[in-house]
């Protein structure tokens, strides 16, 4: 089973660049997330989606958009890199009753390493 | 807002030592808990999981947790470390309705041989 594919594992982009992770998973699952990881700070949530056609924003949304047209994928975009974005950066997906992730569990991508400098 | 703190940022043991990590939490409803584990290099993997019933789970690798309510506490247990369990280990929450889930700021493990 693939679970959760990201894409690319490493990117460096230079101030102002504008580049798109990806992010697939094969498990059906309708909840997938975008998190980063800073040292010291744990995973902090930057957007999320329930199902197709559906996003919200999470801890961090700042200079990072999403979109969900299929249940399988969910992009993070960021419009204009800055060196605060320099960060790890995971999807995670996981099933879901009505809109809410109870009694489920998270699985997670290898992470994408991203530099921005 | 909730949020989760787990106390101890950096822990050093030695082989066989036996491990306890701290994780509280600020949330007055029914939560679900986990405590997720990542080796060096890699992704997060679940090492347990807390939805009801018994408080005290048990996880992969000998792990176990025990859920306090009264303390608001997921305490993650080991009676003996390995080398291999070098790692981080994060505890999180599932908050916001049950679509958020919250992470603490991690732990890093290092055992030594």
């Known amino acids: 089973n693939a679970g959760v594919t990201q894409t690319p594992k490493f990117q460096v982009l230079k101030t102002g660049q504008s580049m798109t992770l990806q992010c697939a998973q094969d498990?059906?699952?309708?909840?997938m997330s975008w998190y980063r990881q800073d040292p010291g700070m744990g995973l902090r949530l930057i957007h999320y989606?329930?199902?197709?056609?559906?996003?919200d924003q999470g801890e961090v949304p700042n200079g990072y958009n999403v979109s969900r047209s299929t249940t399988e994928d969910f992009p993070l975009r960021l419009l204009s890199a800055a060196p605060s974005q320099t960060s790890v950066y995971f999807c995670?997906?996981?099933?879901?009753?009505?809109?809410?992730?109870?009694?489920?569990?998270?699985?997670f991508g290898q992470g994408t390493r991203l530099t921005v400098v | 807002a909730q949020s989760v703190s787990q106390h101890n940022h950096h822990v050093i043991l030695s082989e066989a030592a036996s491990l306890e990590l701290g994780c509280n939490y600020s949330?007055?409803?029914?939560?679900?808990l986990f405590w997720y584990v990542q080796y060096p290099g890699q992704h997060l993997q679940l090492l347990l999981k807390?939805?009801?019933?018994?408080?005290l789970v048990k996880g992969i690798k000998g792990f176990e947790a025990e859920f306090i309510k009264s303390k608001f506490s997921f305490n993650l247990r080991k009676p003996s470390v390995q080398w291999s369990d070098t790692a981080e280990y994060f505890c999180?929450?599932?908050?916001?309705?049950?679509?958020?889930?919250?992470f603490g700021t991690g732990t890093q493990l290092k055992v030594e041989l």
């Open positions: 995670a997906s996981s099933s879901i009753t009505g809109r809410s992730m109870k009694n489920t569990e998270a699985f």
């Open positions: 498990m059906n699952h309708e909840y």
């Open positions: 989606s329930v199902g197709a056609g559906i996003t």
């Open positions: 949330y007055g409803g029914t939560v679900n």
């Open positions: 807390y939805f009801s019933g018994d408080p």
């Open positions: 999180a929450v599932l908050t916001g309705g049950g679509n958020k889930l919250t």
